[in-house]
């Protein structure tokens, strides 16, 4: 069995002494591992570094083994994170959700395409949290947890749309939740897709995606928790909110 592809380096842990495994997230062969010989030694360190466009061969003698990777670098997303940490923050998120949250060997073509332009944005910190946002809401329902945002769960209205329901993940609207407002999720603007957005929007349909990966991705996963990657992401992505909130000091 053999396939070629192009790849985002997802994961590397050490195999035997100078070995790797890596995860690979291609677009026609999904999330897929395999061995590279020499993968830990000192040559193949700066190549395979998560995130990294790669070009890879992968073999095996059966298509259910674990199988071997020839890897060519394409070019690596390290350099533009390294220089805002809130970026490198973001990557490893990425690639800690794909790896958590995506099973082996299962295509997903149009949201292969949207990682690789999400993570192509890191060089533009600007615009990156919102496109990140939107990413989540994809990988949701990639794994089944789609949103369902476009009309009040109760009433069917589709305006005056201001919550979501942390069970069903379906809209409320503002005159439909009453009483029970304060067990709801907030549903900005910005997680229907309407309008740019300011970050502290962004930040807000954070916390409700994040509470689907919790409750519901994490359950189907035996109650595995999430990578802590997306954690220091949001961390990182409060404390800039807080930076650029504070009043100027003279």
């Given amino acids: 069995m053999e396939w070629r592809g192009v790849g985002i380096l997802v994961a590397v842990r050490r195999h035997g002494?100078?070995?790797?495994?890596?995860e690979v997230f291609t677009e026609n062969h999904?999330?897929?591992?395999?061995?590279?010989?020499?993968?830990?030694?000192?040559?193949?360190?700066?190549?395979?570094?998560?995130?990294?466009q790669l070009d890879v061969v992968w073999r095996a003698r059966?298509?259910?083994?674990?199988?071997?990777?020839?890897?060519?670098?394409?070019?690596?997303?390290?350099?533009?994170?390294?220089?805002?940490?809130?970026?490198?923050a973001g990557l490893n998120a990425?690639?800690?959700?794909?790896?958590?949250?995506?099973?082996?060997?299962?295509q997903h073509a149009a949201f292969y395409r949207q990682t690789e332009q999400l993570l192509d944005l890191l060089e533009h910190p600007e615009v990156w949290p919102l496109a990140y946002l939107k990413w989540e809401i994809t990988l949701l329902a990639e794994v089944g947890f789609g949103l369902q945002l476009d009309a009040c769960?109760?009433?069917?209205?589709?305006?005056?749309?201001?919550?979501?329901?942390?069970?069903?993940?379906r809209a409320v609207s503002r005159s439909a939740?009453?009483?029970?407002?304060?067990?709801?999720?907030?549903?900005?603007?910005i997680l229907r897709g309407v309008g740019k957005g300011p970050d502290l929007e962004v930040f807000e349909g954070l916390k409700t995606t994040g509470h689907f990966f919790h409750s519901q991705v994490a359950a189907t996963l035996g109650g595995r928790?999430?990578?802590?990657?997306?954690?220091?992401?949001?961390?990182?992505f409060n404390l800039s909110l807080i930076h650029?909130?504070?009043?100027?000091r003279r």
């Fill in 17 to 22: 002494e100078s070995s790797a495994i890596i």
């Fill in 177 to 189: 939740a009453g009483e029970w407002a304060d067990r709801l999720l907030p549903l900005p603007d």
């Fill in 62 to 88: 059966l298509e259910e083994h674990i199988g071997s990777y020839t890897v060519e670098p394409i070019r690596s997303r390290a350099a533009a994170a390294m220089s805002d940490r809130l970026m490198l």
């Fill in 153 to 169: 769960a109760v009433s069917g209205i589709t305006a005056d749309l201001g919550f979501v329901s942390p069970r069903s993940g």
């Fill in 244 to 248: 650029i909130s504070e009043p100027t």
């Fill in 94 to 106: 990425v690639t800690g959700l794909l790896s958590y949250c995506l099973p082996e060997r299962q």
């Fill in 225 to 236: 928790p999430l990578p802590e990657a997306r954690a220091r992401f949001i961390n990182a």
């Fill in 30 to 52: 999904g999330l897929h591992a395999g061995v590279v010989r020499g993968g830990a030694g000192r040559r193949m360190g700066p190549i395979l570094q998560p995130g990294a």
